[in-house]
Nanobody
Framework: QVQLVESGGGLVQAGGSLRLYCAAS????????MGWYRQAPGQQRELIAS???????NYADSVKGRFTISRDNAKNTVYLQMSSLKPEDTAVYYC??????????????WGQGTQVTVSS
């Protein structure tokens, strides 16, 4: 199976910055896309940023201009650089990856989630 491990969450004041990390491991042939989602209490999980293996990125309007997603394909790692953080960014952030295993079987995996809390 493919496993994702996240780190980098924490408590930060409004206007501050955090960098989230997500590393994928397992029987991976290729990762076609990775993304960051977040879920606040009582809310649906929403996609906030995604990146393809070719480097194409997409962002939710709520984070555009403040967050940057990047990846290191050689390390099967995706990053989310968050700046100008706002209290409304407070949520559990989840990493997602989809692609092919070494047996060319489709996979989709989720990280365990990491809490980001922005205080005012």
């Amino acid at each position: 199976q493919v496993q994702l491990v996240e780190s980098g969450g924490g408590l930060v004041q409004a206007g501050g910055s955090l960098r989230l990390y997500c590393a994928a491991s397992g029987s991976i042939f290729t990762i076609r896309a990775m993304g960051w989602y977040r879920q606040a209490p009582g809310q649906q999980r929403e996609l906030i940023a995604s990146i393809t293996s070719g480097g194409s990125t997409n962002y939710a309007d709520s984070v555009k201009g403040r967050f940057t997603i990047s990846r290191d394909n050689a390390k099967n790692t995706v990053y989310l650089q968050m700046s100008s953080l706002k209290p409304e960014d407070t949520a559990v952030y989840y990493c997602n990856a989809e692609g092919l295993t070494t047996l060319l079987v489709n996979f989709e995996s989720w990280g365990q989630g990491t809490q980001v809390t922005v205080s005012s």
